[in-house]
């Protein structure tokens, strides 16, 4: 192993040295990794935001070795950063660029151990894929009722990790709802075993919900049970003109009061309709005439007993139309065309993207606040930041939009970024905040929003965070710089005194 080649030196040097001759003597040779060719894909993140350095990275095949390279890294005060899939868009994966951490990979940690039908569990490593746990539940007539746009690449380490969303959360929640217990080795290399997955268990605080959600900072999820439900047999998808957002909710909570079979409910503005139909080669606007807003509804069936869903659709649709909820809709009438109005909905980034530069936040504010919100914040930046152009799209049921502020036409981009978008990105955070939302309401916050976190967060909530990472974590060895502060010898401490912020 070359760490001189690294750019290891002294005293940082022997610390590394002597946590990778620890290490071999439980890892295979395979698993650690220090060659630099081959650790450097690992070091960009999905969106190429951040770059780091690595003294090598390590790949455990079992929850056994995960846990003795935790404890090596506790003997010599090795950093750890842990990664799956490496899809997460807040560099939450990606070391820093001093280059004394390692890479703890869970990729090769990726057996299902099991699939329940009857019990409606699964239980999957951390570096199983998601594509193959929805697959893997198919197989057995169930399913695993979250998907996202990465999910060839997420792992289920990573999505726990996260506390990941997607579109089916209206109806199926987060993975804190999904998850029904948690494998972890903690930063003293001890394992919590949660993986009974008791429905009923009162013996205090809940260990498998700190560690959903909390970025790799509190411990490495190994393994996860996760919450299955009945395969879909039939869906139906409609796509729905609308005058404002406010009408778009009160369309939502018609078909709510009459069915609980409404899974996605999203909202784009006309100008990101446009913007798909100028990008996407093909593209055709699902309804004639024009709509300031749109919103593309998807229902599901488990099985042939229920009403079939796009007959639910236009049964609910004809109706709310009737009492003025929307101003025209069609149902796609085969399985062709309900993939056509999805891919309008999951071009609108790129779309956006090319048509210049822009900030993008993932926010999210009480669900019966958000028509507002959307209308008055984009009001509010355009007024702010002469030129710009502001709006949101996404899950209103959810009350979280991508909220996108598109800079001043002709400006150049990097120097946008740099000189205007942050200022752009504390104003939209302080209206989140103001409106008791959050500023991070799927993605989490890595090394992107932690600055914003530590402006934002209520003393209460940042003081108990600091607490807990400082007892489960006393030697900030794990995934440090992340959603908090970096401290350099440790953990966070406590702020003095709860007031202040
Ligand atoms: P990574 O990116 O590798 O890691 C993410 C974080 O989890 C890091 O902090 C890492 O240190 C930590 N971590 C990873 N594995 C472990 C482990 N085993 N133990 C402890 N910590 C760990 N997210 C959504 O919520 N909703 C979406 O709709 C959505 N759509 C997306 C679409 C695209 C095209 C892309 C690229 C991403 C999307 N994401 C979405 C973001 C991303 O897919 C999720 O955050 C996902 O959960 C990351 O999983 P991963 O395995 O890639 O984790």
């Not at 993975?175 to 075993?193: S, Y």
């Not at 503005?269 to 919103?295: C, D, I, T, Y």
């Not at 905040?433 to 940042?462: F, V």
Request: charged share 20%; glycine share 12%; hydrophobic share 45%.
């Amino acid at each position: 192993m070359n760490l001189e080649a690294r750019g290891i030196r002294g005293g940082m040097m022997s610390a590394r040295s002597a946590f990778l001759e620890m290490l071999a003597r439980h890892l295979p040779e395979a698993a650690i990794v220090t060659d630099g060719d081959a650790i450097a894909p690992w070091l960009v993140d999905w969106r190429g935001r951040y770059r780091g350095a690595a003294a090598a990275l390590v790949e455990p095949r079992t929850t056994g070795q995960v846990a003795a390279v935790v404890r090596a890294a506790a003997a010599h005060r090795v950093p750890l950063v842990p990664q799956g899939g490496n899809t997460g868009m807040v560099g939450g994966a990606t070391p820093s660029a001093g280059g004394d951490a390692v890479i703890l990979s869970l990729r090769r940690l990726n057996r299902i151990r099991s699939v329940d039908r009857q019990a409606n569990v699964a239980i999957a490593e951390a570096g199983v894929i998601l594509q193959l746990l929805n697959d893997a539940a198919l197989g057995v007539g169930r399913r695993f009722p979250l998907t996202l746009g990465a999910r060839g690449s997420a792992t289920i380490g990573g999505l726990v990790s996260t506390n990941a969303g997607g579109t089916q959360v209206l109806r199926f929640g987060t993975m804190r709802g999904l998850v029904a217990g948690v494998e972890a080795v903690m930063a003293d290399g001890t394992v919590h075993d949660g993986l009974a997955a008791l429905p009923k268990d009162n013996r205090g605080y809940n260990l498998d919900q700190l560690l959903i959600g909390a970025e790799g900072t509190l411990g490495v999820v190994t393994a996860a049970a996760l919450r299955l439900v009945p395969a879909v047999a039939a869906r139906g998808v409609a796509w729905v003109g609308v005058a404002s957002p406010e009408v778009a909710l009160a369309l939502l909570r018609h078909c709510q009061a009459h069915t609980d079979a409404v899974e996605s409910f999203e909202i784009l503005p006309a100008g990101s309709l446009e913007a798909v139909l100028a990008h996407l080669p093909g593209g055709r606007a699902p309804l004639g005439g024009k709509h300031p807003w749109h919103v593309l509804i998807e229902a599901t069936a488990p099985d042939d007993h229920a009403e079939r869903p796009d007959a639910l659709l236009e049964r609910l649709l004809t109706d709310a139309i009737g009492r003025g909820l929307g101003d025209d809709a069609t149902i796609a009438a085969s399985e062709a065309q309900a993939d056509a109005f999805w891919r309008i909905r999951d071009s609108i980034s790129d779309a956006e993207r090319a048509r210049g530069p822009a900030t993008q936040h993932d926010i999210s504010v009480p669900v019966p606040a958000m028509p507002r919100f959307m209308v008055e914040a984009a009001a509010a930046c355009e007024a702010r930041f002469a030129g710009t152009h502001a709006s949101g799209f996404g899950h209103l049921g959810d009350g979280n939009v991508h909220f996108h502020v598109r800079a001043p036409a002709g400006v150049e981009a990097e120097r946008w970024y740099a000189e205007a978008a942050p200022a752009v990105t504390r104003f939209v955070h302080d209206l989140v905040t103001a409106a008791g939302g959050s500023i991070s309401a799927e993605h989490g916050i890595g090394q992107m929003k932690r600055d914003e976190l530590d402006r934002l967060l209520p003393p209460a909530r940042a003081n108990a965070m600091r607490a807990i990472k400082a007892a489960l974590d006393p030697l900030g060895i794990m995934n440090p710089g992340k959603l908090l502060p970096l401290v350099p010898d440790g953990p966070v401490p406590l702020a003095p005194g709860a007031g202040g912020k």
